[in-house]
Every structure is written in C-alpha cells, then in structure tokens.
C-alpha cells in the first residue's frame, strides 16, 4: 500500500506562484508513475502534469510552460511549481500514482490518491 499526502496549496493572486507537494509513505519503491490532477467546482477531474520513475515528465497544454513537476527519491517526494498562476487554475489538487506504465493522463488507471489541496488563484 501508498499514502499520499498533499501539501502546499492556499490563496494567489493572479500571476504569483505557488509550489504544491505530495509526500509518499509505504511501498514507493514500486511506484512508476505520479501525477497531479485537479478539479474545479462544477467540472470534471483534469490532467495536469506526471512524471515516471526515470524523471520523464508530461504536462497538460494549458500548463506548458508554467507548471513544472519534480521529484526527490531520496525524501519520497513529487513537487509541482506553479508559476504565472491563472483564475482557471483554481481547483483541488491531487496527487495519484500508480505502479504501472501507461495512460498517464487517464485518472482511473491511477491506484493510490491524496486528500487534495485547495488552490485558489484571485484577480
């Protein structure tokens, strides 16, 4: 079993930063994949970004360029910077990840998930 735990969100105005974490416990060793996803009110789950077990890493178009995932191996963490933040990036983030190779961008395929993380970006 994994645990995810995100951290890192809060209130940015409109072209500021912010920088979310996800923190896994237990058997990380077998994870291949992780990735961040968000949800706004009203709408449904969205891809954001991943990055396997090599440091490949994968981003939704509306976040190119913005948006950069990371992790740390030797402190089992995933980062995303959010940088140049925009009203639409508001939404709960998470974190999910799976041991397996695939979809990346495909929500279900994911076994493990996080509590989420508010973000809330204001004009």
């Known amino acids: 079993q994994v645990q995810l735990v995100e951290s890192g969100g809060g209130l940015v105005q409109v072209g500021g930063s912010l920088r979310l974490s996800c923190a896994a416990s237990?058997?990380?060793?077998?994870?291949?994949?992780t990735a961040w996803f968000r949800q706004a009110p009203g709408k449904e789950r969205e891809f954001v970004a991943a990055?396997?077990?090599?440091?490949?890493?994968y981003y939704a178009d509306s976040v190119k360029g913005r948006f950069t995932v990371s992790r740390d191996n030797a402190k089992n963490t995933v980062a995303l910077q959010m940088n140049n933040l925009k009203h639409e990036d508001t939404a709960v983030y998470s974190c999910?990840?799976?041991?397996?190779?695939?979809?990346?961008?495909?929500?279900?395929?994911?076994?493990?998930w996080g509590q989420g993380t508010q973000v809330t970006v204001s004009s």
């Open positions: 237990g058997r990380t060793d077998s994870l291949y994949m």
């Open positions: 999910a990840a799976d041991p397996n190779p695939g979809a990346y961008w495909v929500s279900t395929r994911y076994d493990y």
């Open positions: 990055i396997d077990w090599s440091g490949g890493t």
